[in-house]
């Protein structure tokens, strides 16, 4: 109550402690409704497949429905179309890289909607990305809007829910913990509060109550809808706090601090450069394993490649910190020619993983995992081009790891549309037409390829070789028929992907001899 003694109902506070915008209650409930509800019927136990788009245009659409009145843009349309052909692609054949496709562009549109009056879009996107880690606060906010809301209403029913809980809570919480003790202590008491409790549980079991983990898909839905629908109170000095730069480190001693990074540079970049010339040596001009490995190229991949791109990614985050000192230090061109060296050296031994992944998959034939090791690294590169402007720019880190951040997104939506695992049946399968002989099923290349297996199964069976190879390759695609016409047929319409029926289709021509 007001000092005039009427009811007080001004916007309230958020979790942070700022005024929260003005929301249309009612129609966020309604979308939250509608998530949770559409969410159970196309996910809840179906496999990924065109449940997941349908869900993700629906996401799309209460978006639309619940946002703010802002001006409508023609980037608001390409946010939603580009959304709405990842959500076609999980029809087609859904990916990991599909899941961070659409998940980026549900928080990209609705940070658009939300928050105009941010006006970068990158700020926007970050500012509804918050919203995942942050989701309690979204509890928070939308349960002190629906407070607002129900003390706002013209009639008394809406105070009177609000006033009821106030007053009431206390008293439940007392009364149903001190039943506990009584009930310990008082045997015709205790009787009395079992008795009333079988009775809640039986009638509990007659409502067919869902599980424990169904209950949770449903807060997960609803969490991820007040996300989407519900904006947080977005302080006036955001924008600014994001276009702000991170503090550089103070330097006390600029002398020091320049001799010490100077030093550390150059350590490295001679480590660097010793370990690149034995590289140059015996992996691009002999192409030899080194001795002890007896051959065995998988041993020479795998204990090399993932510590080198650890290294080399670790090299990244070091050289951003080291150039995240005072301007006075950074801006010395000996420390950012060190620094440029060190890139590049960085980027040579990349190009060293990428010989060595050459060299395995030259042995034993090409895998998805090699494939996408290879386009990581073509994402690293990415990163040190930005990585390099910020060093000879003294740039901003925080839009260094922005930068870094779409171009993520940005791999994700490209290569989500690209059927790696075709590609790499294809190229195996002429590695295979050079030894005919050679078993696929040794090879065991259906644990790495899964279903994409088939197409790969479809040339070896139609390639009119009479080696033993092609007789099992035709009897492993009948059992790849069989397992992939019984999920067609046991799964259900939202579990429904093209590229399953389309392989379906080619084992069956092939197995006819068509």
């Not at 029809?91 to 496709?101: D, E, M, Q």
């Not at 008394?156 to 919480?173: D, F, K, N, P, Y």
């Not at 002398?255 to 350590?267: M, N, P």
Request: aromatic content about 12%.
């Amino acid at each position: 109550m007001s000092e005039s003694g009427t009811t007080d109902f001004s916007p309230p506070e958020s979790s942070t402690g700022q005024a929260m915008p003005a929301v249309p209650v009612v129609r966020v409930t309604l979308s939250l409704a509608l998530c949770v509800i559409l969410g159970d019927w196309l996910l809840w136990h179906h496999s990924y497949g065109m449940g997941y788009g349908l869900y993700a245009i629906v996401l799309c659409g209460l978006i639309w429905l619940s946002r703010a009145r802002a001006q409508l843009k023609s980037r608001h349309l390409l946010i939603s179309g580009l959304l709405v052909l990842s959500a076609v692609q999980t029809a087609i054949r859904p990916s990991l890289c599909n899941f961070v496709a659409i998940l980026a562009m549900l928080l990209l549109l609705a940070g658009d909607s939300w928050y105009t009056q941010i006006s970068h879009l990158s700020s926007r996107w970050i500012r509804a990305a918050i919203g995942l880690p942050a989701f309690v606060y979204r509890w928070i906010d939308y349960a002190k809007h629906c407070r607002q809301f129900l003390l706002g209403r013209s009639g008394l029913t809406g105070r009177a829910i609000v006033r009821l809980w106030e007053v009431s809570w206390l008293g439940l919480v007392l009364v149903i913990v001190f039943s506990v003790f009584l009930a310990l202590g008082n045997e015709r008491f205790g009787e009395f509060v079992w008795e009333v409790y079988d009775w809640v549980y039986a009638a509990l079991l007659d409502l067919s109550l869902p599980s424990i983990l169904h209950i949770l898909f449903w807060f997960v839905l609803a969490t991820l809808g007040l996300v989407l629908f519900l904006p947080a109170a977005a302080d006036n000095n955001y924008e600014a706090w994001v276009d702000k730069d991170l503090e550089r480190y103070p330097c006390k001693q600029m002398r020091v601090a320049l001799v010490r990074t100077a030093i550390a540079l150059v350590g490295v970049n001679v480590l660097f450069l010793f370990n690149n010339s034995l590289d140059v040596v015996h992996l691009w001009v002999r192409q030899e394993l080194p001795a002890g490995m007896g051959g065995r190229y998988s041993d020479y991949v795998h204990d090399g490649v993932y510590s080198l791109i650890f290294a080399v990614m670790l090299s990244a985050s070091v050289l951003a910190l080291l150039f995240q000192q005072q301007e006075r230090v950074v801006q010395s061109k000996l420390l950012k020619s060190l620094g440029m060296l060190w890139v590049v050296q960085n980027l040579f031994l990349a190009l060293g993983v990428l010989l060595r992944l050459k060299l395995y998959v030259d042995a034993h034939w090409l895998t998805p995992k090699r494939v996408y090791v290879a386009l990581f690294l073509g994402l690293i590169a990415v990163g040190y081009v930005l990585l390099s402007r910020y060093i000879l720019k003294s740039g901003n880190l925080k839009k260094l790891m922005l930068s870094n951040m779409l171009a993520v997104v940005g791999y994700c939506f490209v290569l989500q549309f690209i059927n790696v695992p075709a590609l790499v049946a294809d190229y195996n399968f002429r590695q295979w037409r050079e030894t005919p002989e050679r078993s696929i099923e040794r090879m065991e290349m259906g644990k790495v390829l899964g279903r994409e297996m088939v197409p790969m199964l479809v040339q070896v069976v139609g390639s009119g070789e009479t080696t033993s190879a092609v007789a099992e390759a035709r009897r492993s695609l009948k059992q790849w028929q069989l397992k992939l016409a019984a999920e067609v047929e046991q799964g259900s319409w939202q579990e429904y992907q093209w590229r399953r029926v389309q392989l379906i289709s080619m084992a069956n021509a092939a197995l006819e001899g068509k």
